[in-house]
Nanobody
Framework: QLRLAESGGGLVQPGGSLTLSCAAS????????IGWFRQAPGKERELVAT???????NYADSVKGRFTISRDNAKNTVFLQMTSLKPEDTAVYYC?????????WGQGTQVTVSS
């Protein structure tokens, strides 16, 4: 069974950058569609960025041009590079991997953007 573990979250000032990692174990990610989602306090979980197994990407309008999703299949890891961070990017960020109707989630990592 696939297991996902996010890391790289933390406190950053507005305008700063962070890179989140999502390490997979128990299976390889090659055939999975992957994605990053986030949930701010009092709000529903929302899509941030996704990538198909073939490499096609999709981004929420709010992060286009600032965030980049990538995968390193050799390391079985997914990344989310975040730049020009804003206070409204503050949330718990979750990694998701899906194949067919089966989806797996990580436990989340907190990102706080504040001066």
């Amino acid at each position: 069974q696939l297991r996902l573990a996010e890391s790289g979250g933390g406190l950053v000032q507005p305008g700063g950058s962070l890179t989140l990692s999502c390490a997979a174990s128990g299976s390889t990610l090659d055939n999975y569609a992957i994605g990053w989602f986030r949930q701010a306090p009092g709000k529903e979980r929302e899509l941030v960025a996704t990538m198909t197994s073939g490499g096609d990407t999709n981004y929420a309008d709010s992060v286009k041009g600032r965030f980049t999703i990538s995968r390193d299949n050799a390391k079985n890891t997914v990344f989310l590079q975040m730049t020009s961070l804003k206070p409204e990017d503050t949330a718990v960020y979750y990694c998701k991997a899906r194949v067919g109707f089966v989806a797996y989630w990580g436990q989340g990592t907190q990102v706080t953007v504040s001066s």
